[in-house]
């Protein structure tokens, strides 16, 4: 593989807004007896994950160690490199959570309308999103923090009939409802159920979960598996489907507790198959098997391939649809969530392109476009596939998690929020939308037991 340790087997079942397990203990040969050394590294290794540098540090000098095992007391920098992991990882979480404590606070004071929205624009779309990301590091300010309150009760307002959460007669319901399903998942399960083993938010979710499998194209759009546009979702039930919108879904579907063999999860795969610079390998049913699938072959993907195709990067000579970074990492978790394993060509071409175009300091194959829609995808699909480094090309490893805390860092505006100075294409001037996405990639930089 391309890029190193890639999937946790147990990631695609867990919720990526957060996790409470106990680290586990470190793994020993069987013939091991436990020795005092032994038990000490078990010990730094627990407190390494829970503790402050100034705690692991202390029990380092207080505790008596009797050397039973030669093989480790000849390595007392095992020690040492115990406890600089545990520091470097404490002080990256002081860091993200100096950006979010900015960014949320950004948000409760200049980012909310009167109404409860934080954007005018695109119905409870931004909301969602800035509701899920407030969430995602102060899940207690669901019952707590009255501008969450506000926020969650103007997307109840957007309820509508056929199970939508929505603007009246928006262009942008799957978007919306997408968006929206991500907020009330957070908010459902910061708040507990009710008492009766139901969680608050039940049965609107359940409503949303029909009203966007109803919205997929399949058959009952008049589409069959051979059309470009099947499996797919666009902005609304008459807009062309497209990746963006599709990865929306199966992310909402995925938090709504469907699993990747779920029907409708299984046909968006196809759809996502076909935005892939890939064409099938041979004998493979699956794939890109649209004219555009060998005409580039980078393994990157493109925005859709519906209706003719079409990507926001351009096209080559030949008419290939040119692979861009954000919509390779949407695709890339979106195949992650339809089950598909790292020896997956689709996968293993995924990670190649990934490997090849890794970047903090661009949108690969858009610039300075969609550059914070980039980063949220970006540490979204390398967190769920449950990737540490990347193996970039030229033998470069890179800590994206570092990387990424050390870029918003230095975008982080005055006021706490940010924003694309460079193209405000795709709402990115939008200060409420951009924070949100800047929140929401943070949230998967941090350790395991800051989550």
Same mark, same amino acid.
């Given at each position: 593989?391309?890029?190193?340790?890639?999937?946790?087997?147990?990631?695609?079942?867990?919720?990526?807004?957060?996790?409470?397990?106990?680290?586990?203990?470190?793994?020993?040969?069987?013939?091991?007896?436990?020795?005092?050394?032994?038990?000490?590294?078990?010990?730094?290794?627990?407190?390494?994950?829970?503790?402050?540098?100034?705690?692991?540090?202390?029990?380092?000098?207080?505790?008596?160690?009797?050397?039973?095992?030669?093989?480790?007391?000849?390595?007392?920098?095992?020690?040492?490199?115990?406890?600089?992991?545990?520091?470097?990882?404490?002080?990256?979480?002081?860091?993200?959570?100096?950006?979010?404590?900015?960014?949320?606070?950004?948000?409760?004071?200049?980012?909310?309308?009167?109404?409860?929205?934080?954007?005018?624009?695109?119905?409870?779309?931004?909301?969602?999103?800035?509701?899920?990301?407030?969430?995602?590091?102060?899940?207690?300010?669901?019952?707590?923090?009255?501008?969450?309150?506000?926020?969650?009760?103007?997307?109840?307002?957007?309820?509508?009939?056929?199970?939508?959460?929505?603007?009246?007669?928006?262009?942008?319901?799957?978007?919306?409802?997408?968006?929206?399903?991500? /907020?009330?998942?957070?908010? *459902?399960? $910061?708040?507990?159920?009710?008492?009766? #083993?139901? @969680?608050? %938010?039940? &049965?609107?979710?359940?409503?949303?979960?029909?009203?966007?499998?109803?919205?997929?194209?399949?058959?009952?759009?008049?589409?069959?598996?051979?059309?470009?546009?099947?499996?797919?979702?666009?902005?609304?039930?008459?807009?062309?489907?497209?990746?963006?919108?599709?990865?929306?879904?199966?992310?909402?579907?995925?938090?709504?507790?469907?699993?990747?063999?779920?029907?409708?999860?299984?046909?968006?795969?196809?759809?996502?198959?076909?935005?892939?610079?890939?064409?099938?390998?041979?004998?493979?049913?699956?794939?890109?098997?649209?004219?555009?699938?060998?005409?580039?072959?980078?393994?990157?993907?493109?925005?859709?391939? /519906?209706?003719?195709?079409? *990507?926001? $990067?351009?096209?080559?000579?030949?008419? #290939?649809? @040119?692979? %861009?970074? &954000?919509?390779?990492?949407?695709?890339?978790?979106?195949?992650?969530?339809?089950?598909?394993?790292?020896?997956?060509?689709?996968?293993?071409?995924?990670?190649?392109?990934?490997?090849?175009?890794?970047?903090?300091?661009?949108?690969?194959?858009?610039?300075?476009?969609?550059?914070?829609?980039?980063?949220?995808?970006?540490?979204?699909?390398?967190?769920?596939?449950?990737?540490?480094?990347?193996?970039?090309?030229?033998?470069?490893?890179?800590?994206?998690?570092?990387?990424?805390?050390?870029?918003?860092?230095?975008?982080?505006?005055?006021?706490?929020?940010?924003?694309?100075?460079?193209?405000?294409?795709?709402?990115?001037?939008?200060?409420?939308?951009?924070? $949100?996405?800047?929140?929401?990639?943070?949230?998967?930089?941090?350790?395991?037991?800051?989550?």
């Amino acid at each position: 593989m391309p890029v190193g340790n890639v999937f946790n087997e147990n990631d695609s079942q867990t919720p990526w807004y957060g996790s409470t397990s106990v680290p586990p203990p470190l793994a020993f040969p069987r013939n091991f007896t436990m020795s005092a050394v032994e038990k000490m590294h078990e010990m730094i290794h627990r407190l390494s994950m829970t503790a402050t540098p100034f705690v692991v540090a202390a029990v380092l000098c207080a505790a008596p160690i009797t050397n039973n095992n030669s093989a480790l007391a000849e390595t007392p920098e095992r020690n040492v490199a115990a406890t600089n992991d545990a520091e470097q990882t404490v002080n990256l979480d002081r860091r993200i959570n100096v950006l979010v404590d900015r960014g949320i606070e950004f948000l409760r004071t200049r980012g909310q309308n009167e109404n409860g929205a934080f954007s005018g624009e695109t119905g409870a779309a931004v909301t969602g999103l800035c509701v899920r990301a407030i969430l995602e590091h102060r899940p207690a300010a669901v019952n707590n923090d009255p501008v969450v309150k506000k926020s969650l009760e103007f997307l109840e307002s957007k309820i509508q009939p056929d199970g939508g959460i929505y603007e009246t007669g928006s262009r942008y319901r799957n978007y919306e409802t997408t968006s929206a399903v991500l /907020a009330l998942v957070a908010a *459902s399960e $910061a708040s507990g159920d009710a008492g009766d #083993g139901h @969680r608050k %938010y039940d &049965s609107i979710l359940r409503r949303a979960e029909m009203f966007l499998k109803e919205i997929q194209w399949d058959e009952g759009e008049g589409v069959t598996p051979s059309d470009t546009a099947y499996g797919g979702a666009g902005y609304g039930s008459h807009s062309r489907p497209d990746l963006s919108n599709t990865s929306f879904l199966v992310e909402a579907l995925h938090e709504l507790g469907n699993d990747a063999e779920d029907e409708a999860i299984q046909k968006a795969l196809k759809f996502v198959a076909r935005t892939q610079n890939l064409s099938p390998p041979e004998g493979a049913a699956a794939g890109n098997d649209t004219a555009h699938g060998e005409k580039i072959g980078d393994g990157g993907f493109y925005y859709t391939p /519906a209706a003719g195709g079409e *990507s926001k $990067a351009g096209e080559e000579v030949n008419g #290939g649809l @040119r692979s %861009y970074g &954000s919509m390779t990492y949407a695709g890339l978790k979106s195949m992650i969530y339809a089950g598909l394993t790292p020896e997956d060509p689709r996968v293993e071409a995924a990670l190649g392109f990934i490997r090849k175009n890794y970047s903090l300091e661009k949108n690969p194959g858009m610039g300075p476009q969609g550059l914070f829609y980039y980063y949220h995808t970006f540490a979204k699909a390398l967190d769920v596939a449950g990737l540490e480094v990347v193996d970039a090309e030229g033998g470069k490893v890179h800590d994206w998690k570092v990387e990424l805390v050390e870029t918003l860092e230095s975008l982080q505006q005055q006021d706490g929020s940010w924003v694309n100075r460079d193209s405000d294409r795709w709402m990115e001037g939008d200060r409420q939308l951009v924070t $949100a996405y800047c929140l929401l990639a943070l949230s998967h930089a941090k350790s395991d037991a800051s989550r």
